[in-house]
Structures are given as C-alpha cells and as structure tokens.
C-alpha cells in the first residue's frame, strides 16, 4: 500500500530517524553516536557540574544535533530558511525537538510555551 504524505507531516516523514536507520546502517550508526553523547550529557547534566556548560553549549561551539546528510539534504531542500535567518533557526529547532534522535543536548530556543 502507498502511503502518501503531505505538508508539513511529510518533513516528519522524510526525517523518521528509526524509519531511516532500518533502511541505511550507516545511518543507524551515527544515531547510536548521538544517543550515546545525549546519555553523557544527561549524566553529566544531573552531577550538576554540567549545568551551565549545556546551557552555554551553543556558545562554546558544541554542536547542537549530528544529522545524517539524507537528512540535512531534506531539510535544506524543504525549509531552506532554517539555516539562514533566526526565525527559520527557531523552526528547525521545533522540528529537531520533535526528532530528538538527532540532538544532542536539549535547548529552550524554540521551545513552544504553555
């Protein structure tokens, strides 16, 4: 069955880390490299020690997310604003917390408000 996807879904779709692992090893390395830096972070982050250095991440140069190149081609070739203006970086960073699988260490900048 075809399954046909539309919108803003499909950017979701394209980017399915663990449809995208099943499909390409590679792919499904580099995502196990970034969970295994994300449970780092997140130990680090709760000895307290790690605080503000992940909350200054950004500035210290660590990268925020590793993405595959299928991945990034897709993004870059849908939004090509997100890797050029600020409002297109806060648009990135909604879809990349929606895709944690990519991330490395969590961030506040786009985060929706309740």
């Not at 996807?5 to 692992?21: F, H, P, Q, S």
């Not at 970034?34 to 990268?63: C, I, W």
Request: hydrophobic fraction near 40%; include cysteine.
């Amino acid at each position: 069955m075809l399954n046909i996807v539309t919108g803003e879904k499909m950017i979701d779709y394209l980017t399915d880390a663990r449809r995208l692992a099943e499909r390409n090893p590679e792919v499904g390395a580099q995502l196990d490299a970034v969970k295994q830096v994300r449970t780092v972070a997140e130990e680090l982050l709760h000895q307290g020690s790690f605080y503000n250095l992940m909350q200054d991440a950004s500035k210290m140069g660590m990268p925020l997310a590793s993405l595959p190149q299928e991945v990034f081609l897709a993004l870059s070739t849908l939004h090509p604003e997100w890797f050029c203006t600020l409002e297109g970086k806060k648009d990135f960073i909604a879809w990349l917390n929606r895709n944690s699988e990519y991330r490395y260490y969590k961030t506040t900048i786009g985060a929706v408000k309740h």
